[in-house]
């Protein structure tokens, strides 16, 4: 048998009646609310289409700033270069290797020049260039090239190749960490020009693969693959560096060559009449590190620097520094035990920048400690 929860209508409770008024009294209440919150809100469409306008209008704003006002300077100014090279036989130096062919990037510059990496056109038999949008490849030829610095200089002898392009210029200030970079080239995986974006992960020194010379470079997040070689990479309007190579197995590192090291080579060439090479200081030093050596040299708790350990002859050093000289600053600029210098707000290279700044035959002076 059911059990019925239903009372009788002649026997219901008094008080239902005031608690069915007091339900209705809530309900109408909570009606009148909604109502009002209805009236305020602006319709379910609306409020959509005033979202995807503000989302539109502030990708109209970064578009223009970094992508239309740059990349329209930059499409008739980067260009893609076909080069056929013989490597040479170093190990049997009679038998001649075969052909290679490659393909690069680079970019235009002031005076009918072309800017590219030394890595792609050594050794060139025949190059050829193509400007962006234009089917025909015209015959180009090597005016510089600076392996040492993995940088050539190119031009195009054909009047016609330089009409409707606008060179490039340089950006004074080297790029800060953080700060955003377009890379511009002709990577594989397409014939068209690429463009990638990325941020600015370290600046320091480093040996490069093409030359193994200790120089500056910045390391960037942006894709880089064969093929960007070359290329530029812009911020704003202006070059602050040009892509030149990858680190294998790694994710996300790639490298471009600063414009600090690209004017340095421009600047020879204007000063020499010819690319006269980074100068070097053969010497071998160690850090001073060792809180126990430091103690053994006697040097007190504001002296710092590096040890000199030995000097090569022929070096015009070799009249200057002697062993166990501890060098203190060069160029007025103080070293640290570690080697390093200040670059700027929390950033340290190592002293050879300061040398690798210098021309041949500039001078340059050191704060020693000797016995």
């Known amino acids: 048998m059911e059990r019925n929860n239903d009372q009788p209508e002649d026997h219901l409770d008094s008080s239902a009646d005031e608690l069915s008024s007091s339900i209705k009294k809530q309900l109408s209440f909570r009606d009148d609310i909604e109502k009002d ?17 503000s989302v539109c209008s502030l990708l109209d704003v970064e578009t223009n700033h970094e992508t239309i006002e740059s990349l329209q300077l930059l499409l008739s100014s980067v260009v893609k270069i076909f080069c056929n090279s013989i490597p040479c036989n170093f190990t049997s130096p009679w038998q001649v290797r075969p052909q290679n062919t490659s393909t690069l990037s680079g970019f235009i510059i002031k005076d009918r020049r072309i800017l590219s990496n030394a890595h792609g056109v050594s050794n060139q038999v025949t190059i ?8 025909k490849k015209y015959p180009g030829r090597m005016l510089h090239i600076a392996h040492e610095c993995d940088l050539a ?6 009047d016609q190749f330089w009409n409707n392009v606008e060179p490039l210029t340089f950006s004074d200030q080297m790029p800060r960490l953080q700060e955003s970079i377009i890379v511009v080239g ?23 693969t093409h030359s193994l010379e200790y120089l500056l470079n ?30 294998g197995g790694a994710q996300s590192v ?34 001073m590190e060792n809180s126990s050596y430091r103690k053994y040299l006697k040097l007190n708790d504001d002296q710092h620097g590096i ?16 062993k166990d ?14 080697g390093t210098i200040y670059f700027r707000r929390g950033e340290r290279l190592n002293f050879q920048h300061v040398m690798k700044l210098k021309f041949v035959g500039d001078t340059i002076t050191f704060k020693i400690i000797r016995e």
Request: hydrophobic share 40%.
């Open 153 to 158: 200089i190119l031009t195009v002898d054909n």
């Open 128 to 135: 050829r260039i193509q400007k962006h949008g234009d089917p």
């Open 218 to 247: 910045i390391q960037i997040d942006a894709a880089i693959n064969s093929g960007n070689s070359g290329g530029p990479a812009i911020q704003g309007k202006q070059v602050v560096g040009m892509s030149f190579e990858t680190m």
């Open 186 to 208: 002709y990577p594989i995986g397409g014939d068209n020009l690429s463009v990638t974006k990325g941020v600015v992960s370290r600046v320091s020194m480093s040996f490069y």
């Open 325 to 338: 000289d501890v060098i203190m600053a060069i160029d007025d600029k103080t070293i640290a035990d570690d």
């Open 37 to 53: 919150q209805q009236q305020h809100q602006s319709p379910p469409l609306l409020k959509q289409q005033l979202s995807t306008v």
């Open 254 to 287: 790639g490298y471009i060559i600063p414009v600090l090291v690209i004017k340095h080579l421009l600047n020879d060439i204007e000063k020499h009449g010819r690319y006269t090479a980074f100068p070097r200081m053969l010497f071998r030093y160690q850090s």
């Open 307 to 322: 040890l000199v350990t030995s000097i090569e002859p022929a070096c015009i050093l070799s009249k200057i520094l002697q």
